[in-house]
């Protein structure tokens, strides 16, 4: 019995041994398992991570572009701004002009026959006024006159030339002159030298200083002057001539017309 028990054991003991060999194989097994497992995940994580990289390196390339191009959005809407006030601005401007055109049409109705009016009103005055420059200031209004008529010569010009004959005639009010010329009297000439003092009175001398005449704007004639006042008059025609120093002279001027 003894034998029969020892070869049992015997036989248990090696059931025990390939049953203990063989659950280590099983468990190597499943160690490789989870090895190779764990690897799989390792390797799918580091290609997750490759991707979350990538994609986070794309991510910031889109904000970065996206505020580059927000930026450019920002400039643009500022220049476009910029450039609307611009036009809103030459608008108006353009209307502004546009008007002054609409007005230079109503202000040259109006000024063609005030220069009209103005050549006509110069040139009675200067045929009602003392006979001193009279060709050259007949010669000026009828150049005026020519020139109104020419359409060569703009507006503005003709304006301009009108008044500068204007200025002209009043700048004779203020003036003393002399200018050598021939005198008609009684049906001779005379050399004399006219000598007039602004508008007040105009006066001849004949050239030797022994007579001397004062022009009567009523009579249209020439009043003789007395002898005494020869001297005067030869002073006044020195100093207009630059040819004596400024002094006081006594000369008869015609009397003032009562205001009717």
């Given at each position: 019995?003894?034998?029969?028990?020892?070869?049992?054991?015997?036989?248990?003991?090696?059931?025990?041994?390939?049953?203990?060999?063989?659950?280590?194989?099983?468990?190597?097994?499943?160690?490789?398992?989870?090895?190779?497992?764990?690897?799989?995940?390792?390797?799918?994580a580091?290609?997750?991570?490759?991707?979350?990289?990538?994609?986070?390196?794309e991510?910031?390339?889109?904000?970065?572009?996206?505020?580059?191009?927000?930026?450019?959005?920002?400039?643009?809407?500022?220049?476009?701004?910029?450039?609307?006030?611009?036009?809103?601005d030459?608008?108006?401007?353009?209307?502004s002009?546009?008007?002054?055109?609409?007005?230079?049409?109503?202000?040259?109705?109006?000024?063609?026959?005030?220069?009209?009016?103005?050549?006509?009103?110069?040139e009675?005055?200067?045929?009602?006024?003392?006979?001193?420059?009279?060709?050259t200031?007949?010669?000026?209004?009828?150049?005026?006159?020519?020139?109104?008529?020419?359409?060569?010569?703009?507006?503005?010009?003709?304006?301009?030339?009108?008044?500068?004959?204007?200025?002209?005639?009043?700048?004779?009010?203020?003036?003393?002159?002399?200018?050598?010329?021939?005198?008609?009297?009684?049906?001779?000439?005379?050399?004399?030298?006219?000598?007039?003092?602004?508008?007040?009175?105009?006066?001849?001398?004949?050239?030797?200083?022994?007579?001397?005449?004062?022009?009567?704007?009523?009579?249209?004639?020439?009043?003789?002057?007395e002898?005494?006042?020869?001297?005067?008059?030869?002073?006044g025609?020195r100093?207009?001539?630059?040819?004596?120093?400024?002094?006081?002279?006594?000369?008869?001027?015609?009397?003032?017309?009562v205001?009717?």
């Amino acid at each position: 019995m003894s034998k029969v028990r020892n070869k049992t054991k015997i036989a248990t003991a090696i059931i025990g041994v390939f049953a203990l060999a063989s659950s280590h194989l099983v468990m190597a097994d499943a160690l490789s398992d989870v090895q190779k497992a764990d690897s799989k995940i390792h390797a799918e994580a580091a290609t997750s991570q490759t991707k979350v990289d990538k994609y986070f390196d794309e991510a910031q390339d889109m904000v970065f572009e996206y505020g580059s191009v927000a930026d450019e959005r920002e400039s643009l809407k500022s220049y476009n701004d910029y450039v609307a006030g611009l036009v809103a601005d030459q608008e108006a401007t353009m209307k502004s002009i546009q008007g002054d055109i609409n007005g230079v049409d109503t202000l040259r109705q109006g000024v063609v026959p005030l220069m009209f009016k103005m050549v006509d009103a110069l040139e009675q005055f200067v045929a009602l006024d003392l006979p001193f420059n009279t060709e050259t200031r007949i010669e000026r209004v009828n150049n005026l006159k020519a020139l109104l008529n020419s359409a060569e010569v703009t507006l503005a010009e003709k304006y301009r030339l009108i008044l500068d004959a204007y200025s002209i005639e009043r700048e004779y009010g203020g003036f003393i002159a002399v200018k050598t010329g021939q005198l008609e009297l009684d049906g001779n000439e005379a050399l004399v030298d006219f000598f007039n003092l602004g508008r007040v009175a105009l006066y001849a001398q004949s050239l030797d200083g022994k007579s001397a005449w004062m022009y009567n704007d009523e009579t249209k004639g020439w009043d003789p002057l007395e002898d005494t006042y020869l001297r005067e008059i030869t002073k006044g025609i020195r100093i207009a001539r630059k040819q004596g120093a400024p002094d006081l002279f006594s000369l008869p001027i015609p009397a003032a017309e009562v205001a009717q």
